[in-house]
């Protein structure tokens, strides 16, 4: 009678000498292992930025309630950290809401000019706020400073690119935010310079909650034997690379 003869190899498929546990001879066993992961969750998105001359003032802009990606309405205000604001600007203006607790672990992005290849080189000011709402009610709420940057375009040629980052640039505050909350981009330039350029961009954030999210994913684990003068052999320990994909027997002859 033929014998099926198995090679023992690790769970990442490697070929291995075992560590030697000894059973008796023969066994075949299969062991339970319950696999645990803990990790906040995450969520990330991304707005299309233009703004163009025609926003001539000093005041912040938001973005359109029609039109998320053209930041044309005027806020009426140099936003300032900690004040109170229109309690529609969370509805009308709102680039992400959260939907738990948590804050903005990130914000990256690019700016470049278009179409302002004659106008004079100027700064612009990205700033991103968290806010809440009154429900059912018409007060107004503060509006909280997560991030700040100043872009100094030296050069208004239309591949001149800007870098917006949080980790690297401007100011960062890791603000803690309620579900529900919401967070709101606007855009200025800074006094003194003349509404000639016009730009457009990208801007990503990414959302991590405060709190984890746990995971229990039981697995079988075989353990394989192999006769060697009545003293057996197993895989008695799983390797680190292992996920949940299991061990498997490779048959490599007959």
């Known amino acids: ?51 163009t001359n025609v926003q001539a003032s000093y005041n912040d802009y938001l973005s359109a309630d029609n039109d998320i990606s053209l930041f044309k309405i005027n806020s009426q205000a140099v936003l300032a950290d900690g004040v109170s604001y229109s309690n529609k600007f969370i509805a009308k203006h709102s680039q992400f809401i959260a939907p738990y607790g948590g804050y903005v672990k990130s914000i990256k992005g690019y700016m470049v000019p278009y179409g302002s290849g004659s106008c004079d080189p100027e700064t612009i000011t990205i700033s991103v706020w968290s806010k809440t709402a009154t429900i059912a009610g018409v007060s107004d709420t503060p509006m909280n400073l997560i991030f700040s940057q100043d872009l100094a375009f030296t050069n208004t040629n239309s591949e001149y690119v800007l870098d917006i980052n ?16 919401g967070v709101i981009i606007s855009i200025k330039r800074a006094a003194g310079f003349a509404a000639c350029v016009k730009y457009t961009g990208s801007l990503t954030m990414l959302f991590e909650s405060t709190d984890t999210q746990g995971t229990v994913e039981e697995f079988m684990l075989p353990s ?4 060697n003068h009545r003293i057996d052999e197993t895989i008695s320990s799983p390797d680190l690379n292992y996920r949940s994909t299991g061990s498997t027997s490779i048959k490599i002859s007959d």
């Open 1 to 51: 009678m033929k014998k099926d003869n198995y090679s023992l190899r690790n769970i990442t498929g490697r070929n291995v000498t075992p560590p030697g546990t000894r059973l008796n001879s023969g066994l075949d066993t299969i062991s339970k292992f319950n696999f645990v992961t803990s990790s906040p969750m995450q969520l990330s998105g991304t707005t299309r930025i233009r703004f």
């Open 166 to 181: 949080s980790a690297l640039n401007g100011v960062y505050n890791k603000l803690t935010m309620s579900e529900g909350e």
């Open 224 to 227: 394989l034997s192999e006769s």
